[in-house]
């Protein structure tokens, strides 16, 4: 049986999304969410952005009361 590689990124580097970062890809969220962090300047284009531990910790800290309504609403 064949294996696919899946690639996370858009690109052939497997770099974050962050402007001046260079770690390696560890999760990859919506560029929608990500752009609404104004601490997290994301470049190129596509509907997924990805982020290293570093730039996750920052999105994850930045949208915990957004996350926190929304378990509210359920």
């Given at each position: 049986?064949?294996?696919?590689?899946?690639n996370?990124?858009?690109?052939?580097?497997?770099?974050?999304?962050?402007?001046g970062c260079?770690?390696?890809?560890?999760r990859?969220?919506?560029?929608?969410?990500?752009?609404a962090?104004?601490?997290?300047n994301?470049?190129?284009?596509?509907?997924?952005?990805?982020?290293c531990q570093?730039?996750?910790r920052?999105?994850?800290k930045?949208t915990?009361?957004?996350?926190?309504?929304e378990?509210f609403?359920?």
């Open positions: 049986m064949k294996r696919r590689d899946i996370f990124s858009d690109t052939l580097d497997d770099c974050c999304s962050s402007v260079n770690n390696p890809i560890k990859s969220v919506s560029r929608k969410k990500a752009d962090i104004s601490s997290l994301v470049e190129g284009t596509g509907k997924k952005v990805s982020l570093d730039c996750y920052i999105f994850k930045s915990k009361k957004d996350r926190d309504m378990s609403g359920r």
